[in-house]
């Protein structure tokens, strides 16, 4: 009892900032999937990723087989939905977009990325929805600022070069942006389900049945696109960036937004996970090879500046103050 209080006073009072730090984990991402692109289909790179990830989590499935066993069908939807859509096609598309930016990985192409990067944008939008009609979450008038400054630090961030680029749209940029909508509309509704889903059970099972749910998913998107070179193109030389993918932004990355989601309102979470997008532009700000040399410049500070304040503030201002929870769900939010 005396170490789970002050786990549960520290996931509390920083959910929200965890949710931001988890989600600017994914972005490590970028140091492994762009060669792999180069060489295999984006349904071949998250079959491969989502089996070692799952290989890892067996056994905390196997220990928690009774709770399980105790899952209500409404439980075992939300983690089949969060499974087929954010995990697997979510996942797909999402990667098969980046392979439009980096079909030349010593030329990427910026304007491609700054589309898909714009379209990301667009999930808090569809996650504040979902969490109104699924989870009855209310927002007060003080969210509404925060959650656009939010927006507004990243859009700087994205488009620092030319604010209007978004709205001059090529062909690959349109394709590219078709895939990234449909994977952020998933990826706002996988939020809200994680949320609904960590009432009844444990983050780390959470986790666990997202990677285990979708391999038979994965496995047919891949047999279906690939046929009988399905398990072809695959070399002992892609281990290491597959290692990389699997142990931070996957298996580190996901267990702890899930144990900080299991805190945070899902209005909330889906503004937070705006960290991705900025920790993968400060990425790209590194030096080669970790990054493109490209040194932020002030508007791009600025931007950070605006997104971080905006996040630590909703942190601060969680629950009753900015979010109206119905009241037996803010009661589980407060037990969690």
Request: aromatic letters at 10%.
């Amino acid at each position: 009892m005396s170490l789970s209080a002050p786990r549960s006073r520290f996931l509390e009072a920083g959910s929200v900032v965890l949710v931001g730090v988890a989600a600017a984990l994914w972005a490590f991402d970028a140091y492994f999937r762009p060669g792999l692109t180069k060489q295999l289909s984006s349904g071949q790179i998250v079959l491969v990723e989502d089996l070692l990830i799952s290989i890892c989590l067996v056994p905390v499935l196997i220990a928690n087989g009774a709770s399980l066993r105790r899952l209500s069908g409404r439980r075992w939807l939300a983690l089949a939905a969060i499974a087929i859509g954010p995990q697997a096609v979510a996942t797909v598309l999402f990667t098969k977009a980046i392979g439009y930016s980096f079909a030349n990985p010593a030329a990427p192409n910026f304007d491609v990325l700054h589309e898909v990067y714009l379209l990301y944008l667009l999930q808090p939008i569809f996650g504040i929805a979902f969490a109104r009609i699924f989870l009855g979450e209310r927002r007060k008038r003080s969210f509404w600022p925060l959650a656009a400054i939010a927006l507004l630090g990243v859009y700087l961030i994205v488009f620092a070069d030319d604010p209007t680029a978004p709205w001059q749209i090529r062909n690959p940029e349109l394709v590219a942006g078709a895939l990234v909508l449909g994977a952020v509309i998933m990826w706002a509704g996988g939020t809200v389900l994680g949320r609904y889903a960590l009432q009844d059970v444990s983050f780390p099972v959470t986790t666990s049945m997202r990677f285990v749910l979708a391999l038979p998913v994965l496995l047919v998107i891949v047999l279906v696109d690939k046929g009988g070179a399905a398990f072809s193109g695959y070399s002992v030389s892609q281990l290491p960036s597959f290692l990389g993918i699997v142990l931070v932004p996957g298996l580190v990355a996901m267990l702890l937004y899930y144990l900080a989601l299991s805190n945070t309102p899902a209005s909330l979470a889906t503004i937070a996970e705006l960290g991705y997008p900025l920790a993968l532009f400060l990425i790209f700000s590194l030096p080669a090879p970790v990054g493109q040399a490209a040194p932020l410049r002030p508007i791009e500070l600025f931007g950070a500046v605006l997104l971080v304040v905006s996040v630590v503030t909703l942190n601060f201002l969680k629950t009753r103050d900015i979010i109206e929870l119905p009241h037996e769900r803010f009661a589980a939010a407060r037990s969690a």
